[in-house]
């Protein structure tokens, strides 16, 4: 019971919070309103809190009074793979629009990544991930052959990809993740029903399988004003790494 109630309370916070009911920069109820509105202990109220604090939405604690410090909730580093638990554990609803799927030869800078030979084919989907019915993310994904033929006949927009092929023994074991911004160009600001040119957040991932062969390149762009990204470590963690690349 308590769990449930933990998870109602952060999800009515959030949606004040993005709503604009409790505006960036205003106080947080107090743990003991939460406790009385709810009909909560103080044990759920202040899990609810740390969630939020998580998401960087809130910041204060130890005494001070809780501030909504953002309205854009982040995106934990370790649920880049799946766009449909993260959407979850904000309290939001996922959802996918597939604008296309295909069996071709990838461009050449995908089919290196992927360790293919120029002549080798892939199979490519497009799809449009939204949160709550809002247009939030445009993901671009090249999966090699063996890998990906699985989805030809699946339910694109029934969920999450990854899960679907991890359920049929697809080894997709590690990534490797590259954050950078990049301006929306036409196709992505007609599909995020935002401006051209308008900034967006782009993450480039290669998944591995358990001995290190490439199964899978994608390139995700998400509306800036919907997602952000946040990375977590401590001093003596070897867990998670940033690093910041020059370029060429």
Same mark, same amino acid.
């Given at each position: @019971?308590? $769990?449930?109630?933990?998870?109602?309370?952060?999800?009515?916070? #959030?949606?004040?919070?993005?709503?604009?009911?409790?505006?960036?920069?205003?106080?947080?109820?107090?743990?003991?309103?939460?406790?009385?509105?709810?009909?909560?202990?103080?044990?759920? !109220?202040?899990?609810?809190?740390?969630?939020?604090?998580?998401?960087?939405?809130?910041?204060?604690?130890?005494?001070?009074?809780?501030?909504?410090?953002?309205?854009?909730?982040?995106?934990?580093?370790?649920?880049?793979?799946?766009?449909?638990?993260?959407?979850?554990? &904000?309290?939001?609803?996922?959802?996918?629009? /597939?604008?296309? &799927?295909?069996? #071709?030869?990838?461009?050449?800078?995908?089919?290196?990544?992927?360790?293919? $030979?120029?002549?080798?084919?892939?199979?490519?989907?497009?799809?449009?991930?939204?949160?709550?019915?809002?247009?939030? @993310? !445009?993901?671009? /994904?090249?999966? !090699?052959?063996?890998?990906?033929?699985?989805?030809?006949?699946?339910?694109?927009?029934?969920?999450? &990809?990854?899960?679907?092929?991890?359920?049929?023994?697809?080894?997709?074991?590690?990534?490797?993740?590259?954050?950078?911004? !990049?301006?929306?160009?036409?196709?992505?600001?007609?599909?995020?029903?935002?401006?051209?040119?308008?900034?967006?957040?782009?993450?480039?991932?290669?998944? $591995?399988?358990?001995?290190?062969?490439?199964?899978?390149?994608?390139?995700?762009?998400?509306?800036?004003? &919907?997602?952000?990204?946040?990375?977590?470590? $401590? #001093?003596?963690?070897?867990?998670? @790494?940033?690093? /910041?690349?020059?370029?060429?």
């Amino acid at each position: @019971m308590s $769990t449930l109630l933990h998870a109602t309370v952060a999800a009515e916070l #959030r949606r004040r919070i993005s709503s604009g009911a409790l505006p960036v920069g205003g106080p947080v109820p107090s743990e003991a309103q939460l406790c009385r509105e709810f009909g909560a202990s103080r044990g759920p !109220v202040r899990q609810a809190l740390a969630a939020l604090r998580d998401d960087g939405l809130i910041g204060g604690g130890q005494g001070r009074r809780a501030v909504v410090l953002d309205a854009v909730p982040s995106q934990p580093f370790e649920t880049f793979l799946s766009f449909s638990k993260w959407a979850e554990r &904000i309290g939001r609803t996922p959802g996918q629009r /597939t604008q296309e &799927i295909a069996v #071709r030869r990838p461009e050449p800078a995908v089919a290196a990544a992927l360790h293919l $030979t120029p002549d080798a084919s892939a199979v490519q989907l497009v799809r449009l991930r939204l949160l709550d019915g809002v247009p939030a @993310m !445009v993901e671009r /994904t090249t999966f !090699v052959e063996p890998i990906g033929r699985a989805l030809l006949d699946a339910d694109l927009d029934a969920g999450s &990809i990854f899960a679907f092929l991890i359920e049929r023994g697809a080894d997709l074991h590690a990534a490797r993740h590259t954050l950078d911004a !990049v301006a929306a160009d036409a196709a992505d600001a007609a599909l995020l029903e935002v401006a051209e040119g308008a900034p967006l957040l782009r993450e480039r991932r290669l998944t $591995t399988s358990s001995t290190g062969e490439p199964l899978e390149w994608s390139d995700d762009r998400y509306r800036s004003d &919907i997602a952000t990204v946040t990375i977590s470590n $401590t #001093r003596r963690s070897r867990a998670t @790494m940033a690093r /910041t690349d020059a370029g060429s």
